[in-house]
């Protein structure tokens, strides 16, 4: 399995490291990401390299919201259903908004 470490991520206070591993290996055969809490002090989003590019930025965005979900809902979480529409419709927001995202975001001036 080859590993490419990237940088902490933080979700409503709480850090995630970002590992993009090929051939995850999850548990689950069609699983393309996924939170790992081991017994280390950084819980981990790994995104599995092996798929393209727009799959993991796609799958990376399906990660941050169940991280989000999990910090914020004190309780009952959102089912997968709603988290695969929401990763989707927001994916394809930004990737076709790109610069109004970036406002959204801060990252432009007005």
Same mark, same amino acid.
């Given at each position: 399995m080859k590993k490419?470490?990237?940088?902490?991520?933080?979700?409503?206070?709480v850090e995630?490291?970002?590992l993009f591993v090929e051939g995850m290996g999850l548990g689950e055969e069609s699983t393309t990401g996924g %939170?790992?809490?081991d017994n280390t002090k950084t819980p981990k989003i790994v995104i599995d390299s092996s798929q393209s590019g727009a799959v993991q930025r796609e799958t990376l965005l399906h990660e941050l919201l169940h991280a989000s979900d999990r910090a914020s809902c004190?309780?009952?979480?959102l089912p997968e259903k709603? %988290?695969?529409r929401l990763a989707r419709m927001l994916y394809a927001i930004g990737r076709?908004?790109?610069?109004?995202m970036l406002w959204v975001f801060g990252g432009e001036d007005e």
């Open positions: 490419k470490k990237i940088p902490i991520v933080r979700i409503l206070g995630y490291e970002l %939170i790992v809490e004190g309780g009952k979480q709603v %988290i695969d076709d908004n790109l610069s109004t």
